[in-house]
């Protein structure tokens, strides 16, 4: 049984059933006379079908490829003609030599006619070639159309793997830089002997498991965000302690889905370059609330006083840009606002 399914799923067994079934379809609604037999009916139409063979595989394998495809339309139009024009012949050559002569007796008047029209005078009729050329081409148009549709999958498919590469990519690359900014706080933290150390390690392997375990989905809930977020702004308050004012505020309905790590990027952002050189005491807003199905999602910092460098062409957020556009592709809106004194991001998306 399995060996038969393998079997049937071949390409080749696909399309034997489906020449198989279009001469079903030719026996079944035939126009029966009197005196036609089942082997008059399918002889008759075992000829049609062979004709409809050559033309769609001539036309699928040489034809298209070769001439449509690269655009040489005259080209494909005249040897599709030429093949349309042979293949009439072919059928026009078995009706003569074959099929009248055995079967003339179960003819009809204008049947016994037609049989006795010599081979010129049957080719060069415009009305019968048009149509046999439509009958001819049906099936062409059928495995065209079935083609098209399988091509459409693989290739959806092949995006769908090509995004998820380039996505398990970039979290390969943001997740490593957030690691490597905290351990630099840790690492401080241990010169100083602090007694904080403890509750860093804590933190740090929180987030450890949520950055290797828990955001390997596609989107995770935003609540999962928000405790990684939490947990970060906790590490960086027992580094700086009063250097900065940290608030964090939110508003979000529960179950609502994102793409996980792209929110930490800006919060990282913001105390690489709002925090790290400022000597004064630095101040950091961030609000993260949904409306409706959008979330929006805003932090702003104050900017030192030294020459302030937006992180724009960095590593962090030049893959946080890539990701959004990956994982909401014309559904988001970023905007950053570069002042004298405070530099703000505003994020809007729709949630998952």
């Not at 390997?216 to 027992?238: F, P, R, S």
């Not at 889905?257 to 930490?264: C, E, G, M, S, Y």
Request: aromatic share 14%.
């Amino acid at each position: 049984m399995n060996k038969l399914k393998a079997y049937l799923s071949t390409q080749f067994a696909k399309h034997l059933l489906f020449w198989a079934g279009v001469l079903l379809y030719f026996v079944v609604t035939a126009n029966y006379n009197f005196n036609d037999s089942y082997q008059q009916v399918i002889e008759f139409n075992l000829m049609v079908v062979f004709t409809q063979a050559v033309t769609a595989y001539t036309c699928l394998f040489v034809l298209i490829p070769k001439f449509l495809d690269k655009k040489k339309y005259l080209s494909f139009a005249f040897l599709l003609l030429v093949l349309l024009f042979a293949m009439f012949a072919v059928y026009n050559l078995f009706k003569m030599v074959y099929y009248d002569p055995k079967y003339y007796d179960t003819f009809n008047d204008l049947g016994k006619f037609y049989a006795k029209e010599p081979f010129l005078s049957r080719q060069l009729s415009i009305r019968t070639f048009v149509t046999k050329i439509i009958k001819m081409l049906a099936p062409t148009v059928l495995l065209l159309i079935a083609t098209f549709y399988k091509n459409q999958q693989e290739l959806s498919q092949l995006k769908e793997q090509k995004k998820t590469a380039e996505l398990s990519a970039l979290k390969n690359q943001l997740n490593p830089h957030f690691l490597f900014n905290t351990l630099n706080n840790l690492y401080s933290l241990a010169l100083e002997k602090s007694e904080k150390t403890p509750e860093v390690i804590e933190r740090l392997s929180d987030i450890l498991d949520y950055t290797l375990y828990g955001c390997k989905d596609k989107y995770v809930t935003l609540d999962k965000e928000i405790e990684l977020i939490e947990n970060y702004l906790a590490l960086q308050k027992i580094r700086y302690g009063k250097r900065i004012d940290v608030s964090f505020k939110t508003e979000v309905k529960k179950g609502t889905q994102i793409a996980p790590l792209i929110l930490l990027t800006f919060v990282e952002n913001a105390f690489k370059h709002g925090v790290k050189e400022e000597l004064k005491q630095a101040e950091i807003s961030i609000s993260l609330i949904t409306k409706g199905n959008q979330i929006v999602f805003k932090i702003s910092n104050t900017k030192p006083g030294t020459d302030f460098l937006p992180d724009a062409e960095k590593l962090g957020l030049k893959n946080v840009r890539m990701q959004l556009e990956l994982l909401y592709p014309k559904t988001h809106f970023l905007e950053i606002s570069d002042t004298e004194n405070k530099y703000t991001l505003t994020l809007s998306l729709n949630e998952a």
